[in-house]
């Protein structure tokens, strides 16, 4: 399949029904879509079923973050559902994120793995009330370049630190940065926000989109607009 994409639409619904009436109204060729927490626990494998059988690429995005053994065996799991990604949270430190990298390479499964850093919503004083000190950059920092070691395919970081990255942890990283808000979108709650244009020039390789897709009137509009911008840079 081919993707210009850069584009992950996440589908952050309640219902498997209220997902895939979404699904489709959008194209398999422009994007791929983010299926989270809610939307997995309430329909499990069935909705990664339904996706990928409108031909869309899936990037389960569940966070892993256990003993190394029972991720190993979460991300086992989750490629050999066909996700084209998951991720884990880099907190859960090296054994743990080795273990996972090992599991996927022993069972000779390509599905991308990727660990997350620092949460876009969280500011300073958020990292501060949980025992982590300085700013969210230079965790994010740290966290990534554990990542790295450790034998995932790259990370979950606002734009703001993806070229920073991109020095650190080299071009073929991938930085796959939510928080990215078209000119024509809200912030909402995310807190290190950036527009699509600015996040890929920044070093991001692939932009999260949620509500200003699936909230507009014309879903494939508002991407086509997004595009637009990416392409206008």
Known sequence: MTTPPSLIIAL????????????????????????????FTRSGPAVLEALHGRGFEVFLD?????IPHTVA????????????MVNVHAGGGRRMMEAAAECLA????????????????MEASD????????????????????????????????AREA??????CGEAFLKVT???RPRFAAANDQQRIMMPADAMRAGSTHLVVGRPVTRAE????????????????
């Open 12 to 39: 952050d619904y309640p219902s498997l029904d209220a997902a895939l009436c979404m699904a489709d109204r959008l194209d398999p060729a422009r994007c791929r879509l983010k299926v989270g927490k809610e939307l």
């Open 62 to 66: 569940l966070k892993f973050h256990d």
């Open 73 to 84: 065996s979460a991300v086992q799991a989750a490629a050999e559902q066909g996700v084209w």
């Open 106 to 121: 022993a069972q000779r499964l390509a599905t991308h793995l990727i660990a997350v850093t620092v949460l876009t919503s």
């Open 127 to 158: 990292l501060e009330e949980v025992g982590v000190g300085g700013a969210p950059e230079d965790q994010v920092r740290r966290l990534a370049l554990l990542a790295r070691d450790s034998g995932m395919g790259g990370v979950v970081c606002s």
């Open 163 to 168: 070229a920073r990255l991109t020095d650190d």
């Open 178 to 180: 939510p928080g990215i």
């Open 218 to 233: 014309a879903p494939m509009a508002a991407l086509e607009a997004i595009e637009a911008e990416l392409a206008g840079g």
